[in-house]
């Protein structure tokens, strides 16, 4: 559905990504793993079309994200960025119906339709009593709901997340991860989220890419690909990583850095 | 731009000076008289450095011309300051200039306090300059006459002035004084900042000598900005703009002219008694200053002037 | 819902600009009588009273409003552009760019006029054309976003260099021209009769036209230029859209009455205290607001130490100061 082949790019300095590729199939929840400057961000950007790459290409479908319109592509993929500081104080429900955007014709406004949606998004959330409120008043935990109802709002097939629970506290992390779960389970949205909790990845993504220093080291099945060798490879760590009946998922424990 | 920039000097320095009050005339009385007590009668001024132009003017009219050295960026009046070095003006006087021509004396604007201080440090005579009313003008004629020893000179030129203007008032005498608006600015080919003389200053006198009553006569200031209703209210029945450059082309002339006739109802319009006068003796405040109040006296009242 | 406020909101701000425009021309420091001034008996020459209302006051009321409104929306975009609450029209030089015009044509420009504009409104709008192309050549990357602080930096730089420009042509003019770019740069809505106006009103309505087409995408854009291009905003063509336009506005209204500070920023906050900061409402509401705004600042400048008027960016100064005390002790 989304794929990106032998994509590069980089600054002033060199590559930040490097001859990357990826596919990411519908209905899959695919996490983008590595350390801190592995590139992942940087991917995750070239996948949402916010970078244009110096090589390869980004294909939604079997068409170029380049050569798309903004309000096409916006129509199918959403992304849900780290951080969101708004220059003005707009209201959670203002943040939200931004995500209406790409629906609305040049001069036209939200209707009982979008607004629907918007309440559902919120709803899904759990942020629908906060929809009066200055969104700049919120908790991290409650914007970061707030930004990722408004990419509900969207309405799109794909959804990109940017390190969606970096910022929160440990219950809401598994709010989170719960949400998205669902999400993906119940209404079949694809999603890529990049983040270096390697836990979270455990626990969401059924799909894994593993980077560092700008490039995929491997990428496949997380059960696959989620070992303590990988966990030594990329971090330098040696972790236990073992199936928690309890939690129903593959967990990591680390143990001792490696020197 | 000479030209132009004398055309409102006095106008303009009216407002930088706008404090300028009856006793700095008693300054630039007291400065000279308290040198006269300092230095000897013999020890007149030969070498005069003038950084005001209607006083440079003052000096060539007192006889004194072959003693200037130095003078204004500005200066045109007379001729034979075309040649002489310049050595700046109010905002950028060149002291180093003023220093290598040597003078003994120089002139100063009244407001150029730390230049004094400069010269007087260095034992260089100062006259500062202040500008007020015609009585200022023509004590001022007196004393740079008498700074570079043409005292005689300097008395009959205050003689013939006042003589000049006396005839003038009495020629006026007894005729209705018209409201008259005196305008000394305004932007081109509009109506848009225009700025008049107050009922403060020279040209107030001037046009009081020249038998009109000042439409801003009430306004103790020397210029005032009066806005298109003001002059709508105030309703002058003569409009005299002055200007100190030459007079333009004849359809310029045409074009600034019309530009009034958007007031329809100010009766200076309705009359056509709305005058240009350009010239820049107009607004020297000098030695030429009969002839100004002449050239108004001739608008005001042309009847008597057949 | 948001259709009915922004109707609601529209036509109320708009009844107190056309409100302000009908009644300023009443009030001044001569009373004058309504009924006179529409009396057709009396030939209009002779009333006074209708001179006073149509030549003297309704022109300035006129170039009021037009300043007014474009200044306090040049401000909204602005802001928006730049991301940043205290950005005001002048941010960018666009203002400075206008002075230095006005400050050649008057120290070095010949008394005559072209046709039937007069040297200074031209040489303002000339240099702040001037003005803006710099900075949009400084800050813009062909088919890239424009960076907001690479725009703010060039905008300061120029601001600064212009300003010492600026000086150095006033050193070197005479008493006059000195006096008359003080005047210049103090602004001033008595503009001497309507033909100011009429030259002004295209660049103006073409400003505002396209003032029209930004508001959603601002709304978006100040969220963060990423997100909003994730949401289908084309940023670029946002920002220079908004660049032009602000820039536009900003020209027309300084070249017509001079650079009259603190429309474009206290207006701006104080109608997005009233009306919340979706830019669809703000933008309209702005214009509205921003000419009732001027226009009361023009009345009280003419009337409060008359005969003497004062000049009507000191007013606005006057307003504007306290406002901003007021803001800043309320958010800390």
Redesign the interface.
């Known amino acids: 559905m989304l794929r990106a082949e032998g994509v590069s790019f980089g600054y002033e300095g060199g590559f930040s990504l490097q001859d990357a590729t990826v596919a990411v199939s519908p209905g899959s929840l695919t996490g983008l793993l590595g350390p801190n400057g592995c590139g992942k961000t940087t991917l995750l950007r070239l996948l949402c079309g916010v970078l244009r790459p110096q090589n390869g290409r980004v294909l939604l479908g079997d068409r170029d994200i380049e050569s798309m319109a903004r309000r096409d592509l916006a129509r199918h993929v959403a992304v849900v960025p780290q951080e969101t500081h708004p220059a003005f104080d707009y209201s959670v429900l203002e943040m939200v119906l931004m995500g209406r955007h790409p629906h609305l014709g040049a001069f036209q406004l939200e209707g009982p339709a979008d607004l629907e949606i918007a309440r559902t998004a919120l709803a899904a959330t759990g942020t629908a009593h906060l929809a009066p409120r200055n969104y700049m008043t919120l908790s991290g935990g409650e914007k970061q709901r707030v930004i990722i109802a408004s990419a509900l709002a969207q309405a799109t097939e794909l959804l990109l997340l940017d390190e969606p629970t970096a910022s929160l506290d440990l219950g809401y992390q598994l709010e989170i991860a719960a949400l998205l779960a669902r999400l993906n389970r119940e209404q079949n949205v694809t999603m890529v989220l990049a983040t270096h909790d390697l836990n979270l990845a455990a626990s969401l993504c059924d799909r894994l890419v593993v980077m560092r220093d700008g490039r995929v080291l491997t990428h496949g099945a997380t059960r696959d690909v989620l070992t303590g060798n990988m966990v030594r490879q990329l971090y330098d760590v040696d972790a236990d990583v073992a199936f928690h009946p309890r939690a129903g998922h593959l967990t990591v424990v680390p143990v001792k850095r490696l020197p | 731009?000479a030209a132009?920039?004398k055309?409102?000097?006095c106008?303009?320095?009216l407002?930088?000076c706008g404090a300028a009050a009856p006793g700095s005339r008693a300054d630039a009385r007291e400065s000279v008289g308290g040198q006269r007590d300092q230095t000897a009668p013999q020890t007149r001024a030969t070498r005069v450095v003038s950084l005001v132009p209607n006083v440079t003017e003052m000096l060539f009219a007192v006889g004194a011309g072959s003693q200037v050295v130095g003078v204004s960026s500005?200066d045109d009046f007379p001729p034979e300051t075309k040649t002489l070095p310049r050595v700046g003006?109010?905002?950028?006087p060149d002291t180093e200039r003023i220093f290598s021509l040597r003078p003994n004396l120089v002139i100063v604007y009244g407001s150029q306090t730390e230049l004094e201080g400069q010269f007087a440090r260095a034992g260089i005579r100062v006259y500062p300059y202040r500008h007020a009313g015609v009585d200022n003008v023509l004590q001022t004629i007196r004393d740079v006459a008498q700074l570079t020893g043409h005292q005689t000179e300097g008395d009959r030129v205050v003689r013939d002035l006042r003589s000049q203007l006396d005839a003038i008032r009495a020629r006026v005498r007894g005729r209705p004084r018209p409201k008259t608006m005196l305008v000394l600015?305004r932007?081109?080919?509009?109506?848009?900042?225009v700025y008049t003389s107050g009922g403060v200053g020279f040209l107030h006198e001037l046009l009081d000598i020249a038998g009109g009553d000042d439409v801003f006569g009430d306004?103790k200031r020397e210029s005032v900005?009066p806005?298109?209703?003001?002059?709508?209210?105030r309703?002058p029945e003569v409009v005299i703009e002055m200007h100190s450059?030459e007079s333009?082309p004849a359809d310029?002339l045409r074009?600034e002219r019309a530009?009034w006739n958007?007031?329809?109802?100010v009766p200076a319009v309705?009359n056509n008694r709305v005058y240009l006068l350009y010239g820049s003796y107009l607004m020297a405040a000098g030695p030429r200053l009969g002839r100004a109040a002449e050239a108004l006296a001739r608008v005001l009242h042309p009847e008597v002037y057949r | 819902m948001i259709r009915g406020r922004l109707i609601s909101i529209v036509l109320g701000y708009g009844t107190l600009a056309a409100g302000a425009c009908v009644l300023a021309p009443l009030v001044g420091s001569t009373h004058i009588s309504l009924a006179r001034a529409f009396d057709r008996s009396i030939p209009f020459a002779d009333n006074v009273d209708a001179q006073i209302f149509f030549v003297a006051r309704m022109p300035r009321v006129l170039t009021g409003a037009i300043v007014g409104s474009t200044l306090a929306s040049a401000g909204v975009v602005m802001q928006a552009l730049l991301g940043n609450p205290l950005a005001t029209p002048f941010t960018l030089g666009v203002s400075t760019g206008a002075a230095l015009g006005a400050v050649l044509a008057i120290t070095f420009g010949s008394n005559l006029a072209i046709s039937a504009l007069a040297s200074v409104p031209i040489a303002s709008l000339a240099g702040a054309v001037v003005a803006s192309v710099i900075v949009y050549a400084l800050a813009t990357r062909p088919g890239r976003p424009i960076s907001t602080m690479v725009l703010l930096l060039a905008g300061v730089t120029l601001n600064a260099f212009f300003s010492a420009l600026i000086l150095f042509v006033q050193y070197a003019a005479d008493f006059t021209q000195a006096y008359r770019t003080i005047r210049w740069l103090m602004g001033d809505l008595d503009v001497g009769g309507f033909q100011p106006i009429v030259a002004a009103l295209p660049l103006v309505l073409v400003a505002l036209g396209l003032f029209a087409f930004l508001p959603r995408s601002l709304n978006l854009l100040s969220v963060g230029a990423d997100i909003a291009s994730t949401r289908g905003v084309d940023v670029g063509r946002t920002q220079r859209l908004a660049f032009l336009s602000a820039s536009l506005a900003t020209a027309a209204a300084v070249s017509l009455a001079g650079p009259i500070g603190f429309v474009g920023i206290v207006v701006p906050h104080l109608v997005r205290l009233m009306v919340g900061v979706d830019h669809r409402i703000v933008l309209p509401a702005s214009a509205l607001f921003g000419a009732a705004f001027l226009i009361g600042c023009d009345l009280i400048a003419r009337t409060v130490l008359a005969p003497v008027e004062v000049p009507v960016g000191v007013v606005t100064a006057m307003v504007g100061g306290p406002f901003f005390l007021w803001l800043l002790v309320r958010k800390s």
């Open positions: 731009m132009r920039a055309e409102l000097i106008a303009v320095l407002v930088l500005y003006a109010l905002l950028d600015g932007d081109a080919g509009s109506l848009r900042g306004i900005q806005s298109n209703e003001t002059m709508i209210v309703a450059g333009p310029v074009r530009v958007s007031l329809v109802s309705r």
